[in-house]
T-cell receptor
Framework: GENVEQHPSTLSVQEGDSAVIKCTYSDSASNYFPWYKQELGKGPQLIIDIRSNVGEKKDQRIAVTLNKTAKHFSLHITETQPEDSAVYFCAASKWRQNFVFGPGTRLSVLP | GAGVSQSPSNKVTEKGKDVELRCDPISGHTALYWYRQSLGQGLEFLIYFQGNSAPDKSGLPSDRFSAERTGGSVSTLTIQRTQQEDSAVYLC?????????????FGPGTRLLVL
């Protein structure tokens, strides 16, 4: 079955700097890759997703890139702000298969 | 519009007791998912409902775990004879249609502590 790895497990950046989180997946048939943000005491919330027919997607300060050949995808957050501090999860799925989540990255944005 | 709600928000129980966790999905969402999140860990898939049926129960860790969904809405996750290793946050999510590759909307979770 699918296996998703995520790095780093923790990441600290200065406010205003960029943050990059990387995930790899094992099943070449996976074709949908969402990213979720989880704040303390809350459930995860979708922030951006990408399908395998595109290589990059951007939404304001957040972007995701996908390399199907290498089977990895990355989340990029630019101009980080303290409210970006949270745990971020990547996931991979294919049609009619449930999400397989990565172990998460704890991002701390230092003022 | 209300989001996904879960109750109780916190539950402390003694080893060996049964617990019931409740999930109210977003109105009109036909798909419902249960996940378990241990401290500092990722999300572990437990079970998926499409309407009232569960086409995928593959994630239930043992026969002490069961779930049902009635009226295509509320779902209950039951853990019988709880063990300390069951301590975790249990998250519920719903999506509009199901079949994967849709946004899943998560509730705030139930924090279960088994003493």
């Amino acid at each position: 079955g699918e296996n998703v790895e995520q790095h780093p497990s923790t990441l600290s950046v200065q406010e205003g700097d960029s943050a990059v989180i990387k995930c790899t997946y094992s099943d070449s048939a996976s074709n949908y890759f969402p990213w979720y943000k989880q704040e303390l005491g809350k459930g995860p919330q979708l922030i951006i997703d990408i399908r395998s027919n595109v290589g990059e997607k951007k939404d304001q300060r957040i972007a995701v890139t996908l390399n199907k050949t290498a089977k990895h995808f990355s989340l990029h957050i630019t101009e980080t702000q303290p409210e970006d501090s949270a745990v971020y999860f990547c996931a991979a799925s294919k049609w009619r298969q449930n999400f397989v989540f990565g172990p998460g990255t704890r991002l701390s944005v230092l003022p | 519009g209300a989001g996904v709600s879960q109750s109780p928000s916190n539950k402390v129980t003694e080893k060996g007791k049964d617990v019931e966790l409740r999930c109210d999905p977003i109105s009109g969402h036909t798909a419902l998912y249960w996940y378990r999140q241990s401290l500092g860990q990722g999300l572990e898939f437990l079970i998926y409902f499409q309407g009232n049926s569960a086409p995928d129960k593959s994630g239930l860790p043992s026969d002490r775990f069961s779930a049902e969904r009635t009226g295509g809405s509320v779902s209950t996750l039951t853990i019988q004879r709880t063990q300390q290793e069951d301590s975790a946050v249990y998250l519920c999510a719903s999506s509009l249609v199901g079949g994967s590759q849709e946004t899943q909307y998560f509730g705030p979770g139930t924090r279960l502590l088994v003493l």
